[in-house]
């Protein structure tokens, strides 16, 4: 996140070097923003669960810990695959890419069929988002998550066309490598998230 | 009128003697800012175009006074501020528990005798008193001007605060948190009275304070329950919708219930609806009204009927 | 400063084209400016009448012009509106975008098309809040829960109005922290970047920490509201001063994101007016970068009534005192900018010294609020409501207006009536004072503030804050008049009307599109006024 040295020419139509720097600090800070977001529920955990300690132990024993560590495992091995095609792009190899993207939006899928099974077995017990704080806290933490696993899922697919297309090679590939942060980013709060809630309780 | 409500506790001067200072330096400062700004504003005004004008960028001994001198003053204001609060945060072991409930838009005082009193607090001249204090609903704010005292009250929770009163008279109480429609009603009184008056208010002379007024005909006694026991704040007399349906011209009219049933308003009716205000809900309106049982008298509820009559 | 490298001879300027197409697809940084002018003022003025309407109510001390309920509507409308649609927004993407990429020498923002993706999720909380009003919600600017959760009006469409507009300020602030580290012209190194750059700066580093919490706060309330979560519901096991910390949290560092851009502007029209250089320019910019750093740290200073501990009340007082520290060093520094000036009262001048006046009555007022004891008697009453209108009217509507009448001959390459704007001046600086005057020692005798109807004794204080109210009415509506009929037939703009040295001035106006043939190289700072060689005194 180097600034740019202030005796290079840059204009509207920036050199690629300078967009290239432009758009990533543009994605940095844009992640900085959403950790904040989760940031605020983060800071209701912390506050809930110094307040309720038992009640959080004892509703964490209802998670489905096998769910949620196949997920922590899938998401895990996404995040891999999508660093695989970031690195396969700077390579110049379209179609690895490619398929490097695929399974990571594949992943993405499964993530979301598992956390599917996973709410409708709580509905089932009936247990929803009013059931109490520490429930609240877990439908608002996946579901914002699960938003952003959607979101992510949308963008990678726009990018897996466009690197069929070709319209990505050695040279040009930011918005791989965007759509790969913001994947890691999805990515990397999961990996809070489970401790907290399925773990630690 | 003053520019200060009178001290009426003995929290007030305190809080007085923090807002003299910070006013007094203030005007100082402000006064020096303006003086100066007017002053460079005229002697340096454009006289011609093109005139010469000094390379002036800055001057770090200035900054460094101009940043020390407001420093040192704010944090001796800051102590000066907090040693304040702490004393009015801290009540005297020997204070006199009084709690208080806010609803909308109603306050309650429970007291250690018994007593209980609504929306007109009584407290002793130089006995203090500790104000426990909870919501019934969403926030309030206790607020007595004359004793430089607010405390927001919340539900689920006792918050207190405390306060000698010094000074023999009514005082104004006021909600200072906004609690919805009837926040601006949302008005009591506080009466300090003298040592004998207390005694008299806590244990002789059944009705109290009701005497003084039992000479009113009851219309005009009702009216004045009307306003003071905080009735107006959901019971318009023009026939405007507020809180709970208007007084005007109910009395002696069909009155449909949520239920579906009907009802004549008669004197039982509106008896009831004061004593017991669940039992019967007007359609379209929410089951929030607290009850008076123990609040209003008879004699009180047959003048507030008498003027609800009177509202055609 | 720079070399002057517009060929004239291909000057095609901006606003050449039309239709609304033009506008509404526009990636010009200058055209999604003048969108967010317009859409920012027009909010100003709904909101403004909202307040005259509120006003009227309180002329008498009965609630007889609109009933109680209808009354806090209107504070909720006035506040929501001022706060979320006009004034964060506000001076930061409407001179923001216009002033940015002129400023620094570059063609355009970083990133042009999420500019102009902000300004439509701008035009989308727009919209939403327009729905909003069918049922409009009743609960304060604040939504302070358990009411905003119990209330029957309509404060999910509100609060998701507001989420979204969130989106939008959060994508600008963005743009403008990239565009400033990346797009500088050469030469333009960080201390010669004009102060109103260093403001922009800052107030997008606050856009971008505190929204997010902001967000999903109003979308916790959502929540709560929909889903029966019960994090601020006491019944639930909430605390509804959790709400109070989340949405300080946001709302401080807010007011700061209001009032930044405003010392950015009075930081630019001082310097051109009195022909001296800025006074203690480094003073100036890292204490705008102070001030956003501490501002994250004082949110508590609203609650000292809440319920909070001694401690924590006695560390949040403590912080508030430090963060009038930067303040006071601006406000000496633009004054002693004057010294030896050769000062010129032009309409934009008399806003900055008016801004420099009522800034001050805000900030010392803001000392009181900061003092614990005295806020215990202060909060909550008109005393709060005066103190903020002096920063956020007092303080930054006049730097809006000194930047109205400042780059206006830039921006629309038009010359509005001077005189008349000097007449414009003089009701909205009287009526500003005659109305939120009195409030201070309103609030000082008790009178709470949100009071739908109020006690006789404070009648005729109140109404002559009514009166005010309609001085400053009138005020604004010669301003207005005045620079809409200015764009109409007002006399073309020549390049540099005040003899600026600043970048922007250095072109046509208005500008053309892509601002700069050549990306100009840069080779002093931007307020070299005056002799050089009595140097630093």
Redesign the interface.
């Known amino acids: 996140m180097a600034e740019a040295g202030a005796d290079q020419s840059h204009g509207h139509h920036m050199d690629p070097a300078t967009e290239y720097s432009s758009s990533k600090l543009g994605m940095w800070l844009f992640l900085g923003t959403e950790i904040l977001l989760f940031g605020g529920l983060f800071a209701a955990y912390a506050i809930f669960h110094a307040r309720y300690p038992e009640m959080f132990f004892e509703q964490h024993l209802e998670l489905n810990r096998t769910m949620g560590a196949i997920n922590t495992c899938v998401l895990i091995f996404s995040s891999l695959t999508m660093a695989m095609g970031v690195s396969a792009i700077k390579w110049g190899k379209q179609k690895t890419a490619a398929t490097f993207i695929l399974i990571t939006i594949v992943c993405g899928i499964i993530f979301g069929v598992v956390k599917y099974f996973e709410y409708s077995a709580k509905f089932e017990h009936h247990i929803y988002p009013d059931t109490s704080i520490f429930f609240s806290l877990y439908f608002l933490m996946t579901g914002l998550h699960m938003i952003h696993v959607f979101i992510g899922l949308a963008l990678l697919a726009v990018i897996f066309v466009l690197t069929l297309k070709g319209k990505f090679n050695a040279k040009y590939n930011t918005p791989i490598e965007l759509g790969g942060l913001y994947w890691h980013l999805v990515d990397l709060i999961w990996i809070y998230l489970f401790p907290l809630l399925y773990l630690v309780g | 009128m003053t520019w200060i409500p009178e001290v009426a506790s003995n929290l007030a001067s305190k809080v007085d003697g923090v807002l003299f200072v910070i006013t007094v330096l203030s005007l100082i400062f402000f006064l020096l800012i303006t003086a100066i700004l007017i002053i460079f504003a005229v002697k340096y005004r454009r006289k011609r175009d093109n005139e010469e004008t000094p390379y002036i960028t800055g001057s770090e001994p200035l900054e460094i006074i101009w940043t020390v001198i407001p420093s040192i003053l704010l944090i001796a204001l800051f102590v000066y501020g907090f040693v304040v609060y702490k004393e009015m945060r801290n009540p005297p072991a020997d204070a006199v528990d009084i709690t208080v409930t806010g609803k909308q838009w109603l306050w309650t005082f429970d007291y250690y005798n018994g007593k209980k009193t609504l929306n007109e607090l009584y407290v002793e001249q130089n006995i203090p008193v500790r104000m426990v204090m909870i919501s019934d609903d969403v926030l309030h704010s206790f607020f007595i001007p004359g004793f430089r005292v607010k405390q927001d009250v919340l539900p689920g929770r006792y918050v207190q605060l405390w306060f000698t009163p010094t000074k023999i008279g009514t005082f104004d109480i006021f909600c200072a948190e906004y609690c919805g429609t009837g926040h601006s009603v949302m008005l009591g009184k506080v009466n300090v009275l003298s040592p004998e008056a207390y005694d008299i208010w806590e244990h002789g002379l059944p009705g109290g304070q009701g005497q003084a007024v039992a000479s009113l005909p009851p219309a005009e006694l009702g009216e004045k329950i009307y306003k003071e026991k905080g009735c107006n704040a959901c019971h318009s007399i023009d026939g405007s919708t507020l809180v709970g349906p208007s007084f005007k011209g109910v009395f002696g009219h069909t009155v449909e219930l949520a239920d579906g049933s009907k009802v004549e308003a008669d004197e039982n009716y509106i008896r009831e609806s004061i004593l017991e205000p669940q039992a019967k809900i007007v359609k379209g309106f929410q089951p929030v009204m607290p009850s008076f049982k123990g609040i209003l008298s008879d004699e009180e509820v047959t003048a507030v009927i008498a003027y609800i009559k009177t509202l055609k | 400063m720079a070399n002057h490298s517009i060929a004239h001879n291909v000057y095609v300027p901006f606003l050449e084209k039309k239709g609304f197409l033009s506008w509404i697809l526009t990636t010009d940084h200058k055209r999604i400016g003048i969108l967010y002018l317009v859409s920012i003022s027009l909010f100003f003025l709904i909101a403004g009448f909202i307040a005259l309407l509120m006003r009227f109510e309180l002329l008498t001390p009965a ?1 007889d012009f609109v ?3 209808t009354y ?1 509507v209107l504070f909720t409308l006035h506040g929501s509106i001022m706060v979320f649609f006009f004034i964060v927004p506000g001076l930061a993407a409407s001179f923001g975008n216009f002033l940015i990429p002129l400023m620094i020498g ?3 923002v ?3 098309k ?1 500019n102009i993706a902000s300004y439509w999720i701008y035009l989308l909380g727009t919209a939403i809040l327009l729905f909003a009003l069918l049922k409009p919600a ?3 600017w604040t939504f ?1 829960t ?2 905003s959760a ?2 029957n009006t309509d404060v999910v469409l509100l609060t998701f109005g507001v989420f979204v507009l969130g989106f939008s300020s ?1 994508l600008t602030g ?2 403008f ?2 565009t400033t ?10 201390h010669r970047l004009p102060l109103f750059i260093w403001a922009s700066y800052a107030t997008a580093v606050l856009q ?2 505190a ?3 902001v ?3 109003l ?2 309330l959502i ?1 709560e509201r929909t ?5 601020f519901d ?9 709400f109070q910390n ?1 949405f300080w949290f946001y709302s401080h560092p807010a007011v700061y994101i209001m009032i930044i851009p405003a010392m950015g502007v009075i930081s630019e029209i001082i310097p051109v007016f ?10 100036i910019a890292y204490s705008s970068l102070g001030i956003a750093f501490i501002s994250f740290l004082v949110w508590a200073h609203h609650m000292f ?3 909070i501990s ?1 401690t924590a ?2 560390i949040f ?2 912080l508030t ?2 963060v ?2 930067p303040t ?2 601006k ?3 633009w ?2 900018t ?8 032009h309409s934009a001048m008399l806003y900055a ?1 008016g801004f ?2 009522l800034f ?2 805000g900030g ?2 803001g ?2 609020l ?8 202060l ?3 008109y005393f709060v409501v005066a103190h903020m209108h002096y920063v956020m009217i007092g303080g930054t509507v006049m730097g809006f207006f000194g930047a109205l009448h400042f780059w206006y001959p830039k921006w629309f390459g038009k010359m509005f009536n001077e005189t008349v704007a000097k007449i414009a001046w003089f009701f909205v600086f009287v009526g500003f004072n005659v109305t939120f005057f009195p409030q201070f ?1 309103l609030g ?3 009178m ?8 006789a ?1 404070f009648e ?1 204080l109140m109404a002559l804050s009514t009166y005010g109210s309609w001085i400053l009415a009138f005020g604004i509506l010669i301003m207005a008049v005045n620079l809409i009929s200015g764009l109409i037939s007002g006399e073309k703009a020549p390049e540099n009307p005040y003899n600026s040295l600043s970048l922007e001035w250095q072109m046509p106006s208005p500008p053309p599109h ?1 601002n ?1 043939e050549e ?1 100009p190289q840069v080779t002093d700072w931007t ?11």
Do not use: C
């Open positions: 609630s009933d109680p309920h806090n570059a063609r355009d970083a990133f042009p999420l009743d609960t304060g302070y358990p009411y119990t209330t959060i963005l743009n922290i990239v580290h990346k797009m500088r012209a050469p030469g333009m190194t960080w971008l920490l929204t997010p919490v967000g999903i706060t979308l916790l929540t889903l029966g979560v019960g994090f006491p019944a639930k096991g909430g605390d509804p001063i959790l989340f009195s022909r001296k250089p800025i006074f203690g320019y480094k003073a009534t809440s319920g001694e009340a006695m007082s403590f005192f430090l009038a520290i006071a060093i406000v000496f520094n004054t002693a004057l010294y030896r000036g050769s000062i010129q009262l010294l420099i006046f001050t009555i010392l007022t000392v009181f900061g003092a614990l004891a005295a806020d215990i008697h909060h909550d009453t020692f000082i005798q008790g709470p503030r949100r009071y739908a109807s109020y006690p004794e005729s892509e700069f990306i307020y070299g006024y005056g002799k050089k060689k009595e140097l630093e005194v």
